[in-house]
């Protein structure tokens, strides 16, 4: 069913020569066959198989109801659309409460096909990390704005303001690094904080609102076509608005832009 041709694969390893080089990458969601199939073949780079489906797909407030079996069977799909891209999926809330438990449900999304994993937290997350890293599963940490901690938190609110938080959070990223964390995935955290912790690390960055820095940057699908309703964030971009060659053009620009660094520009980040 595929009709674009396979193009070289991404891997961990593009994606740390991309760092090297100083190259920025695309990074998109995407949740289905079609999604996948067109973000990849588009020149996104990774796909995210993020628990925002909960949201954008299954129409919840919060990402809190997802479990595993809803992640397996979306990245299962992706899968079978992806045509190169690496693929992260995510493991939902309460899905990595112990490290048995991340190791256990790691396994069944690498089963579907996903290439690395994303877990939300700090420096608590460093064993866990260590854990799935010596059984050759690939971490990604989520950083920053975590919306599995969403009550916690106390509401979508930007992270690392305060400079003491900010330093700790450069700490446990390094810490997470350590531990063997290939990525660091940062949300809603001021610009300056997204330079200081993606000049600090070694392995790549990919900021979601955390400025033009990073050496990624991701976008949850439904937002950049403007598909999901109610009033976007202030990092978000509808790519598809004023595009004449639809969503196939929306993704080629978003990739484009990104390349080039012209995306996301001051209006879309956090002093
Ligand atoms: O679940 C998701 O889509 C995410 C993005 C917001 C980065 O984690």
Redesign the pocket.
Known sequence: MNSEPQRKPVSVNTLKRFKDKQEKFACL?AYDYSSAHVVSARGVDVI?V????GMVVQGHDS?LPVTIDDVAYHTRCVNRGNRGAFVIA?LPFMSYYSELKSLENAAVLMREGAQMV?L?GGAWLADSTRLLVRHGIPVCA?MGLT?QSINHLGGYRVQGRDPQKAQEMIDEAVILQDAGADLI?L?CVPLALGRKITERLVVPV?G?GAGPHTDGQ?M?LHDMLGLFPGRPAKFVKNFLQGQSNGVQGAVADYVEAVKAGAFPAPEHCYE
Do not use: C, R, Y
């Open positions: 969601t995210l993020g628990d925002s489906l990402s995510d994303k939300e989520h919306p995935l949300e990919i979601i991701i949850v």
